[in-house]
């Protein structure tokens, strides 16, 4: 699918993207929601792949607070860049170890609430035009949304897929 270009097509997409990442997970047979993946993945659970989502929800609204509210923000973290954040991503599976499935399945959706409702205080202009926030850099709030969203559960539901099949 292509990726959205304007604030009803990303929220849209939004929603029906994370409605197939929870219908697949709600297909899984109960044993298969807790199981260990059998392949070699930095995730090990869909526990792992949910937090995962979460987290970088969480590091989005923090982003754009911060430079809506002139607090200036990188996306990432302190210490870590754009071609050298996998030890970040190892950091927050391990922030999450005793978190529950149930846990991470609730905090995967009310961060996606918060998600959903930071895009529609915006306009498509906001959104969507390139440079429009000087703090996007090149690229558009919007594009940092669809990153965000959409085109991450297209990555956990590949994960995801795969670990259904096996």
């Given amino acids: 699918m292509a990726r959205p270009t304007t604030k009803h097509g990303l929220l849209k997409e939004c929603k029906a993207s994370r409605r197939r990442v929870l219908d697949l997970i709600d297909a899984l047979p109960p ?26 929800h969480l590091l989005l609204l923090a982003w754009e607070h911060a430079n809506t509210h002139g607090d200036g923000a990188s996306f990432l973290p302190d210490g870590y860049r754009w071609n050298s954040y996998a030890p970040m991503n190892v950091a927050l599976r391990d922030k999450h170890v005793g978190t529950s499935l149930a846990q991470a399945l609730d905090l995967y959706r009310e961060s996606y609430d918060d998600v959903v409702a930071m895009i529609e205080s915006h306009t498509d202009d906001e959104l969507f035009t390139k440079k429009f926030y000087p703090w996007t850099g090149s690229t558009s709030l919007g594009a940092y949304c669809v990153s965000n969203t959409s085109s991450h559960d297209d990555w956990a539901l590949k994960k995801l897929r795969r670990h259904a099949r096996s």
């Fill in 31 to 56: 044993h298969k929601r807790d199981a260990e993946f059998v392949f070699d993945d930095r995730d090990r659970n869909v526990r792992d792949v949910l937090v995962h989502l979460h987290e970088w």
